[in-house]
């Protein structure tokens, strides 16, 4: 069983940053993959980044790609979204998500997931 608690999220204007934190507790954390998925009202949960158990390995949507950068601490069981150059869409609830994806194309699916946190809600302004 793993515990996952997201925080950092929050109120920011167009073009402003925030950083989201996750942190694990439970079983080792070094062996799951790490996802960030993110929900907006009347949306389908949709994925953002995931990074591989090491971190050597990275994936994002392209709708974030090069605003946004995915990492992770495995001696502080902690992974981070870093978000850059905020837009009023990607205003959302943030959810990350730990679980073992056989395949990188399996990496952007929800249901590879085994665990996830309660949320955060990132709200950007225009």
């Known amino acids: 069983q793993v515990q996952l608690v997201e ?8 073009g402003g940053s925030l ?7 439970g079983r080792t954390f070094s062996i ?11 949306e389908e949960r949709e994925f953002v980044a995931a990074i591989s158990r090491s ?6 949507a392209d709708s974030v790609k090069g ?4 990492s992770r601490d495995n001696a502080k069981n902690t992974v981070y979204l870093q978000m850059s150059s905020l837009k ?16 990188t194309y399996d ?4 249901s590879k997931y085994d665990y ?11």
């Open 116 to 126: 996830w946190g309660q949320g955060t809600q990132v709200t950007v302004s225009s």
């Open 88 to 103: 009023p869409e990607d205003t959302a609830v943030y959810y990350c998500a730990a679980g073992a994806p056989v395949y």
């Open 7 to 14: 925080s950092g999220g929050g109120l920011v204007q167009d």
């Open 55 to 60: 971190g050597g390995n990275t994936y994002y």
């Open 32 to 42: 799951y993959a790490m996802g960030w998925f993110r929900q907006a009202p009347g």
């Open 67 to 70: 605003r946004f950068t995915i």
């Open 107 to 110: 990496v952007i699916r929800a």
């Open 19 to 25: 950083r989201l934190s996750c942190a694990a507790s």
